[in-house]
């Protein structure tokens, strides 16, 4: 069984910086892409940056130049290095990741249980 454990979250001042990790455990074949969500109190879940398995990234337009996600194979983690907080970036940061827990299965999503991000102002 795949479990996604997320670390990292805290409380910052905007401008502060936060480095939120998220590691992959158990039976696991093979990484396909990887990513962040957020969601705060009473709106929807939205994506916030996206790393493929060649390692292209994508970012929501209100991240781009402050965000960066990477990866790292080898220990099955992504990262989100966020710089420049702001407090409408208060939120329940979830990581995302696509995989194949073994050769003859089909690949599929797995959800960390989220870390909390408050910056306050």
């Known amino acids: 069984q795949v479990r996604l454990v997320e670390s990292g979250g805290g409380l910052v001042q905007a401008g502060e910086s936060l480095r939120l990790s998220c590691v992959a455990s158990?039976?696991?074949?093979?990484?396909?892409?990887m990513a962040w969500y957020r969601q705060a109190t009473g709106q929807q879940r939205e994506l916030v940056a996206h790393i493929s398995s060649g390692g292209t990234t994508n970012y929501a337009d209100s991240v781009k130049g402050r965000f960066t996600i990477s990866r790292t194979n080898a220990v099955n983690t992504v990262y989100l290095q966020m710089n420049s907080l702001k407090p409408e970036e208060t939120a329940v940061y979830y990581c995302?990741?696509?995989?194949?827990?073994?050769?003859?299965?089909?690949?599929?999503?797995?959800w960390g249980q989220g870390t909390q991000v408050t910056v306050s102002s």
């Open positions: 995302n990741m696509n995989l194949k827990s073994r050769s003859w299965h089909e690949s599929d999503d797995y």
């Open positions: 158990g039976t696991i074949f093979s990484l396909n892409a």
